[in-house]
Every structure is written in C-alpha cells, then in structure tokens.
C-alpha cells in the first residue's frame, strides 16, 4: 500500500493536535479540567477527532512513536489551550525540579549566567551565596572559558550551560578567568545546594535587601535581613524586587507579614485569591508585627507576581514608595495538581486581590516615580554600578532627604 501521508506532515498533525490543544489521555488530568469543559457533546466530538488522528497516525506514520514522549507533547498541548501562559504541564522529573526550586533547594553550581558576545564565554552575571560556585571562588563579572575541558563557544552555548545545571551528586570541571586578577582558574564544583534568595547591606545610613524569587526559605532569610539592618542602626530600607517573577504568592505574603501589622482596612488581608465562580478560596493574613522605618520598593517591567503583590501592599499599608517601570501585571494564583504518573499540571485558579487596592493582574503596579532604564538584557542590571543605576540613585535619594 502506498503511503499517504509523510513523515512531515505525520508530525504536522500531532502537532496541530497538540496546538489545537484537544487531547490529554489521563483520567485524573480531565477530572482537574471539568470545570473548563462543561459540554459533554462538544467534548466527546474532541475525543472522536483525536481517536481519528491517533487511527491515522498508527496506520500510516511511516516512523516510530515514542508512546511516553507523545502523552506529554499531549499533555502540554491541552494546557497550552487555555492560552494561559501561566499554566503549564510538568513530567514527573520537570516536577521534582520545580519542587526542589520552590524549597529553596537549588540546582546547578549557583550562577547566573549568560552569553558574552565579544567572547563567546559564558559570563558570570551573579553567583548566589553559599553555593558551590562562590565557594570555589568564582565572582560575578568572571568568564568561564571551558567545562569538562571543553572550550565555550557562542555555538555551543546552551549545552555548556546545561553542563552547569543538575540537582545529582555529581561535579563539573570549571575553568574561568577572574574579572579582578584576569587569572585564569580551574575548579572541580559540585552541583546541587541550598539557595539564598535574599541579599542585603548596609549603604551609608540605608539598608539594601534585593530579594530574587520567593521560595519557601525567603521569609525567613528576609526576617534575618531586616533584624540585622536594624541592629545596625540604618534610617530606611530599598527593597528591590527588580527582575523577580518567579516563586510562589504565599511566600510573598510570608515576606510582607514580616513588614506590616494587622490588616484592618479593604480585604482585610495582605491578599485574597478569588476563583472564577467570584468564590475566596486563600486569605493570606498578617499577624502583629511591624517594621516602622521608611521604605522604599524598586521594581521594573519584569517584576511580576509576588513582587507586585509585595510593592502593591506595603504601598497600600502607607508603607513604601515605588519607584521604577509599572511592572508585569501577573496576578493570578497557581496551584500544582500531582497526577497519578507522578507528572504535575500548574494551573492559574485564581486572581488575587491586594489588600486595599484593586487587582493589578493585566495592568501592573505603576509606580509613585517613574525612572527608566534600558538594557540590551535584563540580566545586566546586577552588572551595573550603582552609580550608573538611576532607579536605585532615586530610592537613595527618596530615603535620605526624609
């Protein structure tokens, strides 16, 4: 018989069906969705169109099928189709990485990295504290040259970094020239440690706190900041949120009970997350304490989520000014679902709203001094002197003509 259809056009289909975002095949995924598919004709005409490509495919598909690859190309196809960029599907081993991140639990040997042009070198733009990295003694601002004594090339990029990467018992062979000395070193780094996401110091009479992401430990490495500053006598505090987007809303709100008191105007809460039925479904809560020294919150267009709800609500408590670019506008709630096979769907169920001002989701937070700065990357902020960073400049400023 001769065939019909491609190669091309075989893998066209599937990738129209996932597009199209009309299939996922695990009971326990379509008992999550019930609730964005309520018509049972219309759904049962999805499933007979996708049992007519999978017929097609079988019997004409001149190549093989990888049953295990194509369940999660279905998988994340049908949650592409909520067009909720959001939401996501994870395999089981994307969802023991996402795990370990969201705990605090860091993988790869603790850098930053990205692509040196003039080089080709994979250019250190921060390392975390406490990671192997800096303990090997590798700064922001150093040039790794080679992995494994493998040479780093702008062509080979992407798979020197994923050399970095890993959260296994394993060690990689880094060479690196130091921006300081223009020494070149090599090192054997382990991979795998516990992140910090909260930096800090004393500038003058003002205490800096950048915070990256919010995780489980980042509360907790905040309060630590925060006590630390105050024992050192500073006047106000620049909270930076710059670039922060990922992490999870509730440990954002850990971050802000840490800064203001009982909530006792608007929703009465640090935040509430209200499902699509109009339903409260989380009430995040402050308790007694609070921080009485003037703030203020810097954030950029890729400050998102947690950072939002944190410069929105301490703006709300008469807590903070902002100054910076009006930020991402991501306030929605997501929710991990596990699934049977140990593979996770990340799904936005909620919107949540700050505590006293209307939902920022869609427009951002726009700040009480707008300052501009432009970068080719994003990343090259924590490359900048701080007296070539116009946003920080006005913070410093703000605090210390109060």
């Known amino acids: 018989m001769s065939k019909k259809i491609s190669l091309g056009l075989a893998l066209a289909i599937t990738f129209v069906s996932i597009a199209a975002a009309i299939a996922i095949t695990m009971t326990t995924s379509m008992k999550i969705y019930n609730n964005l598919i309520k018509d049972l004709p219309g759904r049962s005409q999805m499933y007979a169109k996708l049992a007519e490509i999978d017929d097609l ?55 930053r990295p990205s692509l040196d042009r003039d080089t080709g070198y994979i250019l250190v733009q921060e390392v975390y504290g406490d990671s192997p990295a800096a303990a090997a003694g590798i700064s922001k601002g150093d040039m790794i040259t080679a992995i494994d004594g493998v040479k780093v090339e702008a062509s080979n990029y992407r ?22 000395t223009g020494q ?44 630390r500053l105050k024992s050192e006598s500073v006047t106000g505090l620049i909270i930076d949120v710059r670039n922060n987007s990922k992490g999870e809303i509730r440990y954002a709100a850990e971050v802000i009970d840490v800064l203001v008191p009982l909530a006792t105007e608007g929703t009465g809460a640090i935040a509430t997350a209200i499902n699509a039925a109009g339903e409260v479904i989380e009430v995040y809560s402050a308790d007694s304490e609070n921080v009485n020294l003037p703030m203020v919150v810097l954030v950029n267009k890729y400050s998102e989520g947690g950072a939002e709800l944190l410069a929105c609500d301490l703006r709300d ?50 700040p009480d001094f707008p300052v501009e700065l432009t970068l080719s990357n994003p990343e090259d902020l924590w490359l900048l002197d701080r007296e070539k960073d116009p946003q920080f400049q006005k913070a410093y400023e703000i605090l210390t003509e109060e």
Do not use: H
């Not at 592409?80 to 959001?86: E, V």
């Not at 706190?209 to 006590?227: G, L, M």
């Not at 991501?330 to 939902?359: H, W």
């Open 57 to 111: 495919v079988r019997s004409e598909f001149y190549g093989k099928i990888d049953e295990e690859v194509l369940e999660d190309l279905l998988a994340q196809g049908y949650i592409a189709g909520t067009g909720d960029p959001f939401s996501r599907y994870m395999t089981a081993d994307e969802y023991i990485s996402y795990y370990n991140e969201i705990a605090g639990k860091m993988t790869g040997i603790g850098i």
């Open 159 to 180: 798979e020197m970094v994923s050399k970095l990467e890993g959260d296994k018992l394993t060690s990689v062979s880094v060479t690196f020239i130091q921006s300081e």
């Open 184 to 227: 070149k070193l090599t090192a054997n780094i382990s991979k795998g440690f516990t992140s910090r996401s909260v930096s800090y110091e004393k500038l003058g009479s003002i205490g800096y706190i950048r915070i990256t992401d919010f995780y489980k430990n980042t509360a907790s490495q905040f309060k630590d900041a925060v006590e």
């Open 317 to 366: 408590y008469g807590k903070a000014q902002i100054v910076g670019e009006t930020t991402g506008g991501k306030g929605t709630l997501q929710q991990v679902f596990r699934l049977d096979d140990g593979s996770a769907v990340l799904l936005t169920v909620a919107e949540i709203k700050p505590y006293i001002s209307e939902s920022f989701n869609g427009v951002g937070v726009t």
